[in-house]
């Protein structure tokens, strides 16, 4: 299948001139010359979706943030490049390639919306991502592309759950990565320092005051620029009527080669891992692949399913962010559970008692399996907390756990009791490329090797490094603590006199 490269430019743009001279600032230009209904109209037709995970249609989203507006308050406009769910690597490909097109998207977005600010969210980690979006944002302040706009960059904590919208705003208030109940377009960033500290309020709000907050990612603000300057028929072009356009994937695991490239939605997962991975290892074959911790396991049989969210929903799985854990032969499915489950219930904030008190249970059965010590319930026992792990749910993580196990139980029976029967339990492959079991976030892909965070395997369910667990979890033990954004942290200060350009 042949890559296409619409938002992932195969060459980096090196600065806003090169971007220019390529129709840059085009769309930008054209969208302030028209109503914010124009537009939202404009991205309606192209039928886009959100490339963050859910695939939600991006003109609803505008148009319910645009709807709940405050006439008193500005509506931020939030990047969410806070990258973290395993075997994603596509919104650091994007901003390593050309920031220029995600923030003429979100700079967009700031006109329908009537925002003078601006927010792009990264890992602190993203060291890389990080300047070169402050280098993009001075060159468009010098250039008079912001207006009155007001940008920052903000770096928050590597927790999975920043990625979380209501996290990542959390985080951007300088509090916890904690998710709440109300989302976005309700409740957006503080803009009060006295109210800095109060996650128990803004968690359970119901008035509807205050401001709310458009969140998109990377690649949905990268869409929204082309779709803007070339139209929605010219985006329809590719992809399928209800997954029109492009996404970039991230193919990584048991294969010869880890990649990141963009395809045509549509496009067959078998083709994907065929072109980004060059296939599976040598006398090996790849029985299922993860799409990152967040949607069932896709079987073997499956692998020819088409890359759309209703394709991937008729399998019982989901798309998510494009990220592909292939897994093949050498491993067992027991040891690819318990990453899963160690991931996630490590990863659970424990707002919600349930998901991380389930999560752990989950994860201490199949570690015992692994050990040989399991009861003989075990998977009665696994199932039963998979029935409750999502009670009360704030955010997916508890039914991402929950999905994900689900979609392995069955096959985990027998592959328990033959553990349990087993003398001796047989071992993992050690000489895999990379083991899925040992589920963690990408740091890099460079020369077609995936590195990845390899303190993951160190973290403490209390979210420490230490070398025992507190037993409290993150929402008791940080709930007053602030969560101050560490350097590259940088507002991008305007020269005077530039909100007249």
């Known amino acids: 299948m042949t890559r296409i490269n619409r938002i992932l430019d195969i060459e980096p743009c090196r600065d806003l001139v090169a971007y220019m001279s390529h129709g840059g600032g085009q769309a930008l230009e054209s969208a302030r010359l028209v109503e914010p209904g124009a537009i939202i109209d404009t991205l309606l037709r192209s039928g886009l979706r959100g490339r963050g995970g859910a695939g939600f249609p ?7 943030v645009a709807a709940n507006s405050s006439s008193t308050e500005p509506t931020p406009v939030v990047v969410n490049g806070a990258e973290g769910e ?43 991502e990080a300047e070169r979006v402050l280098a993009a944002l001075a060159e468009m302040r010098d250039a008079g592309w912001l207006r009155q706009i007001d940008p920052r960059v903000v770096s928050g904590p590597g927790h999975y759950l920043f990625g979380e919208e209501t996290a990542l705003l959390e985080v951007i208030d300088e509090r916890q990565p904690f998710p709440r109940v109300t989302p976005p377009w309700r409740r957006g960033i503080s803009t009060d320092d006295s109210d800095s500290m109060t996650p128990g309020e803004l968690a359970n709000a119901s008035d509807g005051e205050g401001s709310p907050a458009l969140v998109n990612n990377v690649e949905t603000f990268a869409n929204v620029a082309l779709i803007v300057r070339h139209g929605p028929e010219w985006f329809r072009q590719v992809g399928t009527k209800d997954s029109p356009g492009t996404i ?90 318990f990453g899963v489950a160690r991931f996630l219930s490590v990863e659970s904030c424990g707002q919600c008692m349930p998901c991380k008190d389930d999560g752990l249970a989950v994860a201490a059965v199949l570690r015992a399996a692994i050990d040989g010590t399991a009861p003989d319930d075990a998977v009665e026992q696994i199932s039963a907390r998979l029935d409750t792990i999502a009670d009360g749910a704030r955010c997916s993580l508890a039914v991402q756990h929950q999905t994900v196990l689900r979609s392995m139980l069955d096959d985990l029976a027998g592959s328990i009791n033959a553990t349990l029967a087993a003398a001796d339990a047989p071992a993992v492959d050690d000489e895999a490329l990379e083991t899925p079991a040992s589920l963690a976030p990408l740091q890099d892909i460079t020369d077609g090797v995936a590195t990845y965070d390899e303190s993951q395997q160190s973290k403490q369910p209390d979210w420490s490094f230490d070398a025992r667990d507190s037993q409290a979890y993150p929402a008791q033990l940080l709930q007053d603590v602030p969560c101050v954004s560490e350097p590259p942290d940088s507002r991008v200060d305007l020269p005077v006199g530039a909100g007249d350009a």
């Open 58 to 64: 991006t003109a609803t989203k505008w148009a319910s």
């Open 86 to 128: 395993p075997s994603t690597f596509k919104d650091r490909a994007i901003l390593r390639s050309n920031p220029y097109r995600v923030l003429e998207g979100a700079l967009i977005a700031c006109h329908v919306v009537r925002s003078d600010v601006l927010v792009v969210a990264l890992k602190r980690s993203f060291e890389q």
């Open 248 to 337: 970039v994937c991230t193919v990584v695991g048991d294969v010869m080669t880890s990649g990141v490239g963009e395809f045509a939605m549509g496009t067959p997962l078998s083709e994907i891992i065929e072109s980004l991975g060059s296939g599976a290892r040598p006398d090996r074959r790849i029985i299922g692949v993860l799409p990152g911790a967040s949607g069932a396991i896709v079987a073997e049989a499956d692998l020819g399913v088409p890359l759309t969210h209703e394709a991937f929903r008729a399998i019982g799985s989901g798309l998510g962010s494009a990220g592909f854990m292939c897994i093949d032969d050498s491993h067992r499915l027991l040891d690819i559970a």
